[in-house]
């Protein structure tokens, strides 16, 4: 078993977690279906540990040249390098960020995924915006919550789905297209205690 630096014992051993993880990888499954399947199977070969500091940077230092590459596609108006080097970078610090963003390297890889996520977005048929929504509950009553819409480009009102998550799937992971190609917005959001929350001073 491993003991990471914040306290505590993890469930599994790394070479177990290696390994289902590399299942998930070939089966393009949460949260390898945007990581470069090469580069994260070398990353995850050589890792060796589950502690979370060491795991956020090993990723994002792997995700890091992809965005800076897509920046240069994206000024030579190569829109569609543009688009793959966004999504592998999005990919990648999306990994960084797994399961949770629980450590400050953590925090951090997902606010990169997030922004490689929009600027991935900037280059795709249909446009995403970010909305945020004042939560009525008594609970939290000057918290927002904040979702992601993506809307075919038809005039008038059209009929919205709404997508949410599990525990370790924010709503950057949710897959809109076969709603959207019939014809549906959706809107995607986090479960509560997860993803993005902001709170209205």
Known sequence: ???????????????????????????????MD??????????????????????????CAAAEPHYQNGLAAEAKGDRA??????????????????????????????????????KAAAFSEIPVRRVEMRYAGAGAPNATIVGYLHRPARDGRLPLLVQWGGIDSFKEDRRPEPYLAA???VLAIDIPGVGTRRRIL
Request: hydrophobic share 40%; net charge positive; aromatic share 12%.
């Open 81 to 118: 390098t543009a688009r793959a080097e966004y999504l592998a970078a999005f990919g990648l610090f999306r990994v960084a960020r797994y399961p949770a963003p629980n450590s400050p390297g953590k925090r951090g890889a997902y606010r990169r995924s997030q922004e490689a996520y929009f």
């Open 1 to 31: 078993m491993e003991t990471p630096g914040t306290g505590g014992v993890y469930a599994r051993p790394y070479a177990e977690a290696r390994d289902l993880l590399f299942t998930r990888l070939d089966a393009a499954r949460n949260p």
């Open 34 to 59: 945007n990581a470069p399947a090469a580069e994260t199977r070398a990353i995850l070969g050589r890792l060796g540990t589950l502690e979370r500091e060491q795991w956020a940077a090993a990723f």
């Open 183 to 185: 014809g549906l917005a």
